[in-house]
């Protein structure tokens, strides 16, 4: 793994290497999740996701099989799991 020099402002702020926003496709606005391990800070490019629209044909299979496992409102559940996500994981500085 290479290595690229970064200097942190003092506002903490950091420019990522151009090649870098090129490959992810990264500009203005683009939106970065952050994490730490150990000593190591960890960026990844974040994805929208959109829930399901009212109108996604897949709401035309809910109750057709019985819910042997389970599952419960799994579409529901779904929808709260994204939405933590972005609030735990995305938030914006």
Avoid: N
Avoid at 8 to 25: A, H, M, N, V, W
Avoid at 27 to 37: D, M, P, Y
């Amino acid at each position: 793994m290479r290595y690229e020099l970064v200097t942190l402002t003092s506002k903490g702020q950091l420019t990522l290497p151009k090649e870098y926003r090129d490959k992810l496709r990264l500009e203005k606005g683009s939106r970065l999740a952050v994490a730490l391990k150990g000593d190591t800070l960890l960026l990844k490019k974040a994805q929208a996701v959109e829930p399901l629209s009212d109108a996604d044909p897949i709401w035309d299979m809910v109750g057709m099989f019985e819910d042997r496992g389970g599952a419960g409102d799994v579409a529901g559940e779904h929808d709260a799991y994204v939405a933590l996500r972005e609030v735990a994981g995305c938030k914006e500085s």
